[in-house]
């Protein structure tokens, strides 16, 4: 291919980098307790949040800054980040759509995502953040009728205390790592559900995170709770503004599934990640786990990545219940001077607990990729089973793909396996599709797409559409 | 509290050399230099915690706390040592307790063209010869366990093979182990120079008496020239009580090829690094292991493949089989650099648990900068498979019996490809006779029953449950 052409594919502007205008009610860079406590009081909390907040903040003061993972970035400047930042007027939130800030509606369509239609057609629930506040929530009557709780984790702070007291910080601990801990002090939103015993969730449930305004980090914690017999599917994806300064982006999740319980939660996504020379994108620290709490529950995990700068993002199962399932497929994608450093841990607990893996990482450009995993098989997890694949695939002669998979086994009776490939792209594959008329660029966009179907059809059906998309643009281009 | 009455596990060891550096001759200005250089690199990184990612799931502190000797003699009854050595036809180099035993040695079948003698010997010849490579692998950031043999190291095995040489008879290093009433320690060095297309078979054999509780620290470095074949076995069958840390570095050129075996049966505390530089187009190396162990024993084997140049093969292939309370760890990684293109890189490690208290730690890793390459890994653990179990008494073969057949047949995949039968014997022998069921295999090797059962293969490694 030409190089020119190739130079002018990988060079195309982000194009859903832009900014919304809209004016901000934010504290100036830096933490301390004090910034804690603005957060605590403007988001209305109870002083027992306030204590847990500040708990984490003490915890993580003495904690140090992560450095195993094959990640290369300059130290992050807390205090010249700003921990609050929410559309103004919080008090008039609107109701409904029609009530939204029409510049807000504006940004969604730019990014394709007409929120109204889609949410309609599509009979999506969709709480979209809108930076730090959740700017209107849908459907919520249809989900109330079924009595499943869906809102922001501030609205659930306040209105389900006891949910919220008995459950966050249960899967992850504020102190358990640097960046949980710093979200444990500082989250400004998030979501949260929670689904009753035998209630199946009626619709999938979504959020559209988007950060805005430059400088702040947006930390959003999310908890999703499955009772006995209970069923969702939770929808994550995102998309950012295009901007110079690299914002720091460091979010919790935490999964309960309780007896019998399925949570399935699929994520895209496609933040800024930097221009050519890698400035500019988005420092992605994510910690996601999930608790299969009771007997044969079972958690998936699902994701694509395409977007950030830096990933660091590994999640995880804890299998205690008997029978209980993890599964976790993945796509990552990376280009230009990304670096990703993603994968899962499945650590089995409970007897006969069953896990599946499935990785699949393109590094294209000048990226450099890692899957890290970890399979533990506790020496209780009598007959645990796990299978592990995970696949690279390498476009281009300046990127890096690494398998970094940890297995601990201490159990006779478990089954664990795990295989990894990686190769480029075969020429026989591309002159076979080529002689039949096919561009190389299509060529290898069908080719990219079929290595990575296993994941793609584990994700509901528009997301998958959308994934492949993304798929092809971040990758356009970067073939030769 | 006490740790500031009581000098540091170092500082013990630090000590110790210095009372040895009081009564060692005069040696060549650049040995002194490099042990110095050696000693404050121990003393700056210390012997490594469970932080260390490299030294993860490995305990040092045998090592660390242990009390070790260290010793000028090399008495061991001649009776025993028969009994310990490799019955087969060899040129032979024998170390007891780190210390060079003329007596035990047998280097008479040296061809032309070779040269096989003890360190101190090499450096009394041509001191300047053996500096111009020795600690070439290691470095300048050596692990503290090479930095430790550097600042202690007197003894060892140097073997030089010159141009188109071909040794036929193994060339066998034996490190005897005795049961001192002080442990002591040692610390071989071990050299291997092949020169263009010369070819020889090297072992690497750890015994000794078995109430002996030492530790061995050896260091190894391989240069391969241009064509040159290199096979190295490691038996290492060294008493229960022993701790055993051994680095093996090898550094390859053009064309050549190293194949290593590495075998391991006894030990308390066993870790081994086996590093290969494929530094130019056509270099290949091969690493095939086999680990076996029981009651308490640590084994931890780290493998590393740095594919430096284009056109470079490895294939490598880990069996581990831990009962008890045994525990194994597997780490191994392949490193492909950047523009080092059309790489053939195949990893391969299974492990067999036959105790709900034993664990495997396995991380076979991955790390690529070039895309036109085929590298792969795998790895499986798990038990014995039922049916096959099943299969092998429906016909008459006692549970115990089938169970210890079906456990050698998992390891003959790596058995099958070792060329010395006196070496495999022994092995199978071992490994059968260490199963926790016993079981008379000498009779069954005569009804000819076993190629049956291991021909049947039948462990649980594959997908379908």
Same mark, same amino acid.
């Given at each position: 291919m030409a190089t020119e052409e190739m130079e002018r594919l990988v060079r195309r502007e982000y194009t859903q980098g832009f900014v919304t205008d809209i004016e901000s009610d934010t504290v100036p860079p830096g933490l301390d307790e004090s910034v804690i406590a603005f957060i605590s009081h403007k988001k209305g909390e109870p002083e027992w949040m306030l204590e847990w907040r500040l708990e984490a903040y003490r915890q993580w003061l003495t904690m140090k800054t992560p450095s195993w993972a094959h990640l290369d970035y300059p130290p992050i400047d807390y205090q010249a980040i700003s921990y609050y930042s929410a559309p103004k007027k919080p008090e008039d939130r609107p109701q409904s759509l029609d009530e939204v800030d029409p510049k807000l509606l504006e940004t969604y369509e730019k990014l394709g995502i007409p929120l109204h239609e889609r949410a309609a057609l599509a009979g999506v629930a969709v709480d979209a953040v809108?930076? %730090?506040? %959740?700017v209107t929530t849908t459907f919520k009557e249809k989900l109330a009728e079924a009595g499943v709780i869906f809102c922001s984790i501030s609205e659930a702070i306040r209105d389900y205390p006891e949910l919220v007291k008995q459950y966050l910080g249960s899967v992850v601990p504020q102190g358990d790592n640097y960046f949980a801990a710093l979200n444990s002090a500082v989250f400004t939103d998030g979501s949260f559900v929670y689904v009753p015993e035998g209630v199946t969730c009626p619709m999938e449930l979504s959020t559209y995170f988007r950060i805005n305004a430059a400088n702040t980090g947006q930390f959003e914690r999310t908890l999703i709770v499955c009772d006995k017999r209970a069923q969702v599917s939770y929808l994550e994806g995102c998309t950012a503004p295009q901007r110079d300064e690299n914002q720091l982006h460091a979010a919790v999740v935490e999964l309960v599934a309780l007896e019998d319980a399925y949570i399935k939660y699929s994520t895209v996504q496609n933040w800024y990640p930097g221009d050519e020379d890698g400035k500019g994108g988005i420092y992605n620290f994510v910690t996601k786990r999930a608790d299969c709490r009771g007997d044969r529950s079972k958690v998936s995990w699902t994701q694509v990545e395409t977007g950030s700068a830096i990933t660091w993002k590994y999640p995880s199962c804890m299998l205690r219940g008997k029978d209980s399932v993890g599964e976790f497929y993945s796509v990552a994608v990376t280009n230009g001077r990304q670096q990703a450093d993603t994968g899962t841990k499945m650590i089995h607990i409970g007897e006969n607990t069953k896990s599946t893996i499935v990785s699949k990482g393109i590094a294209a450009g000048r990226s450099d990729q890692a899957y890290r995993g970890l399979v533990k098989i506790g020496p209780r997890a009598k007959r645990a089973r796990n299978f592990t694949q995970c696949d690279s695939l390498l476009i281009g002669d300046r990127c890096g793909a690494h398998t970094f998979p940890y297995q601990e086994i201490g159990n006779s009776t478990a089954t664990v396996e795990h295989e990894a490939t990686t190769s480029k792209i075969g020429e026989d594959q591309l002159f076979y599709c080529r002689q039949r008329g096919i561009a190389e660029e299509d060529a290898v966009n069908m080719i990219v797409n079929g290595f990575c179907k296993d994941v793609f059809q584990e994700l509901p059906m528009e997301f998958a559409v959308e994934a492949e998309a993304l798929l092809n643009v971040t990758l356009e281009g970067a073939v030769g | 509290m006490s740790e500031d009455i009581q000098p540091s596990a170092e500082q013990r060891f630090l000590e110790r050399l210095k009372a040895r550096d009081a009564v060692r001759g005069a040696e060549p200005t650049w040995i002194a230099a490099r042990r110095q250089a050696a000693a404050a690199r121990f003393e700056a990184i210390g012997f490594p915690s469970k932080r260390v990612e490299q030294w993860k799931y490995t305990d040092v502190r045998r090592i660390r706390d242990g009390e070790f000797a260290l010793t000028d003699d090399a008495d061991f009854s001649p009776a025993q040592a028969a009994a310990l050595t490799l019955p087969i036809e060899a040129i032979r180099l024998t170390f007891v307790d780190g210390v060079f035993s003329p007596e035990l040695s047998d280097l008479a079948d040296l061809p032309d063209g070779a040269s096989v003698e003890p360190l101190t010997q090499a450096l009394a010849d041509n001191h300047e010869a053996v500096g111009a490579v020795l600690g070439r692998l290691t470095g300048v950031e050596f692990s503290a366990f090479a930095a430790l043999n550097m600042a202690f190291a007197e003894e060892g095995a140097v073997i030089r093979l010159a141009p188109g040489t071909v040794v036929e008879p193994p060339i066998v290093v034996q490190f005897l182990s005795r049961a001192n009433e002080q442990a002591v320690m040692s610390h071989p060095r071990v050299l291997i120079q092949a020169g263009a297309r010369s070819q020889a078979t090297v072992l690497e054999h750890f015994v000794g008496e078995r109430d002996a509780a030492n530790f061995t620290n050896v260091v190894a470095e391989v240069f391969l020239e241009r064509g040159a074949i290199l096979t190295h076995y490691n038996l290492q069958e060294a008493p229960l009580g022993d701790a055993l840390v051994q680095s093996l570095q090898v550094e390859q050129d053009r064309d050549s090829r190293f194949v290593s075996f590495n075998v391991d049966l006894g030990g308390a505390l066993v870790r081994h690094d086996l590093v290969a530089e494929l530094n130019a187009e056509g270099a290949e190396a091969q690493y095939y292991g086999l680990f076996f162990a029981q009651g308490r024993q640590h084994v931890d084997n780290h493998t590393l493949v740095n594919h430096n140049a284009p056109r470079t093969f490895s294939d490598e292939n880990y069996k581990g089989i831990l009962g008890d309370r045994a525990r194994g760890v597997f780490n191994g990684k392949v490193v492909v650099k950047r523009d080092s293109q059309q790489i053939e890189g195949n990893q391969s490690n299974a492990n067999l648990l036959l105790s709900d208290r034993a664990e495997i730690d396995a991380k076979p890793e991955l790390e690529i900068y070039a895309d036109d390459v085929k590298c792969a890994h795998g790895t499986t653990t798990g038990q014995l498979d039922e049916d096959a179990v099943f299969a092998l008494r429906s016909r008459g073969i006692d549970e115990q019996t089938a169970r210890g057949l079906l456990t050698l047949a998992f390891a003959g995949e790596v058995m099958?490809?070792?060329?010395l039968d006196a070496i495999a014997e022994r092995v199978e022998l071992a490994v059968a006779g260490k199963l926790p069921e016993r079981f008379n295999l000498g009779s069954l090797v005569e009804t000819g029953l076993l190629e049956e059962g291991a021909s049947q293969g039948g462990v649980a490694d594959d997908r379908n449950d």
């Open positions: 809108f930076d %730090s506040v %959740s | 099958d490809k070792v060329g």
